[in-house]
């Protein structure tokens, strides 16, 4: 993490974990520029494509970063019990509320909550969820006392929020209300530079790991990557290429990947800029002769 002038901010840590492309310089700025206000802020992206690694990197570069960041999985919580996750409960509250309880919100007082795969929310929590944005405070189910909440709140979604309330499946006055700022994460196909560089940075870590010493990738096995769609994003990315490196002896081939053979297209990204290679980052993967 580095701090321009006192001021942390995001630059360093994103492009390390995130790639060295022009669409991820983009997004570090927009975190950047965020993080200093308490807005709302919407991550949209692919599965796997890193909303959680990037809601963590706002929060740490926030004014709240030495706060709590509390992550929800909205679609891990069932219906019934998603109001107490979220706004705790009083003794007595319910057959088996022993004793009072915290929710996510108090445990986040100071810091970030993190609503990650918001759509799952049911439309009754939506309806709390707004209320408590608006007045800034909850109530503990089966209490009567209003806590005021200090809480910046991050949600995310896989698909569209705007799209999602069109069709009915989520509150509009909610999408508004959380619509303060929208952090758009591009997917992996379209970022080439980063496949190369995460390619060769999960390369080195599972070398690390395994303590092996796998030196690069063949030519088509690079093809191969480059052309892939990757509809798992990083995550996808990452298993694929710690597979591979695990198969592999000096040099990854094709046949250590587990991704359907590239097409014939011509090899697109140039070398990255101020990233970790040497120029003509892609002979850093070529040592099949
Ligand atoms: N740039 C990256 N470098 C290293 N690991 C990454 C990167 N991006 C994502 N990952 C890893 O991939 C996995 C998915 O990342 P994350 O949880 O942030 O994605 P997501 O967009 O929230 O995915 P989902 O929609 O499936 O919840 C995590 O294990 C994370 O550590
Ligand atoms: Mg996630």
């Not at 206000?37 to 890193?50: A, D, P």
């Not at 926030?62 to 998603?82: H, K, N, Q, Y």
């Not at 700022?181 to 196909?189: A, W």
Request: net charge positive.
């Amino acid at each position: 993490m580095s701090s321009a002038g006192g001021q942390i901010d995001a630059s360093q840590e994103l492009r390390e974990t995130m790639g060295p492309s022009d669409s991820v310089g983009r997004l570090i700025a927009e975190v950047n520029l965020v993080a200093k206000s308490n807005f709302n802020v919407i991550v949209v992206g692919e599965t796997g494509s890193g909303k959680e690694l990037v809601a963590r990197a706002l929060h740490r570069v926030s004014p709240r970063g030495e706060g709590p960041f509390v992550p929800v999985d909205c679609g891990a919580i069932p219906e019934t019990l998603m109001e107490g996750e979220l706004f705790g409960y009083e003794k007595g509250a319910f057959t088996g509320a022993v004793g009072p309880k915290h929710g996510k919100f108090e445990l986040a007082q100071g810091g970030t909550l993190f609503l990650d795969e918001i759509l799952n929310l049911p439309l009754g929590s939506q309806a709390k969820l707004l209320r408590a944005l608006q007045e800034k405070t909850i109530c503990r189910l089966g209490g009567m006392t209003p806590i005021h909440i200090d809480v910046r709140v991050v949600v995310a979604a896989n698909r569209d929020l705007e799209t999602a309330a069109g069709a009915g499946t989520f509150r509009v006055d909610l999408f508004f209300r959380l619509n303060e700022f929208l952090l758009k994460i591009p997917p992996l196909r379209e970022r080439k530079e980063d496949i190369i560089y995460l390619t060769k940075r999960f390369m080195d870590l599972t070398n690390a790991e395994l303590n092996k010493t796998v030196t690069g990738f063949s030519e088509s096995a690079v093809k191969a990557l480059l052309s892939y769609p990757w509809s798992g994003n990083v995550r996808q990315l990452r298993s694929t290429i710690r597979r591979a490196v695990l198969l592999a002896d000096r040099v990854v081939l094709d046949k250590h990947l587990d991704i359907a053979p590239a097409n014939s297209g011509p090899l697109a990204p140039p070398p990255p800029r101020g990233g970790a290679f040497p120029a003509g980052n892609r002979g850093a993967l070529h040592r099949a002769r």
